[in-house]
């Protein structure tokens, strides 16, 4: 039989018999250490025994392929501000406008990507265009190559609070994204579009300081239609489109589109910008919109 592990406790019957006097002391030594405490000193014999036990089950275990170590996540290095001259080689997007739209989309500014493409949220992480449809705001998946068919096809239209193009916002300046508001007053009261959807919260604080010299606090902030004292572009003994005094562009406030915007999930995004989805379909209704699509077929065979 193999020997037991640890320390062993045998019985003197298992020692081999012999007569000698050193046979006999080696076995008298070895049962009194086996009737011993339990906390005494094992035997040289049996510890060397032990040892070379403990040595061959260390082996066996470190043979063992290692755990393989997880794969150190990238980290995205933040971005600070640019100056222009970064992206002087990029061309700023055409407005897309014209008088007495149903809504202008408001974006921040291009990013390289889109201002490459020379279209609209290009970049394919960027959710505008699905959220559109979503929303029932588009009756299909558009691509941004047909953003100028918006005006002709839906009756909406788009631009930035700021021109020039960079990598994300954190490139750009608090001073030039707050003065683009009165660049953006200017072109509303200019084309009297009914209403105004500003893509981002950040935008709509960025308007705030402009107007008031701080962000709006928590409480002064919501997602959604904003208060009338809010609305953009108006102007003194201003006529609206159907003749009656112009009080501005109502102001709709809903989630920014970027991928990198994760804070919210695409349900919750979408649940923000249905309401404004549904107003528009009503109004295009109630306006007897028709889309112009000897016009889109036109910019088609443009390209």
């Known amino acids: 039989m193999p020997p037991k592990r640890g320390v062993e406790h045998s019985d003197p019957t298992d020692t081999p018999p012999t007569t000698s006097f050193k046979s006999q002391l080696s076995r008298f030594h070895y049962t009194s250490n086996a009737t011993a405490p339990k906390d005494a000193t094992p035997s040289s014999t049996a510890s060397a025994r032990s040892s070379k036990r403990t040595r061959t089950t260390v082996k066996a275990t470190t043979s063992d392929p290692p755990a393989a170590s997880p794969r150190p996540t990238k980290k995205r290095k933040p971005s600070s501000y640019a100056d222009p001259s970064k992206y002087a080689h990029l061309s700023p997007l055409v407005d897309i406008l014209e008088d007495n739209l149903i809504c202008v989309f ?32 588009t009756d ?30 954190a ?45 709006p606090t928590k409480a002064q902030f919501k997602y959604g239609w904003q208060d009338e004292e809010h ?4 102007g003194e003994d201003e006529a609206g489109p159907d003749g009656a005094p112009w009080k501005g562009s ?12 994760a804070s919210l999930k695409p349900a919750e995004k979408e649940e923000i910008w249905r309401p404004f989805g549904e107003w528009v379909q009503k109004r295009r209704m109630e306006r007897g919109f028709v889309p112009r699509i000897e016009e889109v077929n036109g910019l088609a065979a443009a390209k």
């Open 140 to 169: 299909r998946r558009l691509k941004p190559q047909e953003d100028r068919s918006l005006p002709a096809l839906y009756c909406m239209g788009n631009t930035n609070i700021v021109d020039r193009p960079s990598k994300d916002a």
């Open 250 to 261: 109502r102001v709709f406030v809903t989630t920014s589109t970027s991928g990198l915007a």
């Open 231 to 234: 609305n953009m572009g108006k």
């Open 171 to 215: 490139e750009l300046s608090k001073e030039e994204t707050s003065a683009g508001t009165a660049n953006l007053d200017a072109k509303f009261l200019r084309y009297k579009p009914e209403a105004v959807c500003i893509v981002g919260k950040g935008i709509w604080e960025a308007i705030w300081r402009y107007r008031y010299g701080r962000n």
């Open 106 to 137: 408001v974006g921040t500014n291009p990013g390289v990507q889109t201002a490459t493409a020379g279209h609209a949220y290009a970049h394919p992480s960027n959710h505008f265009w699905k959220l559109l449809h979503a929303t029932g705001l």
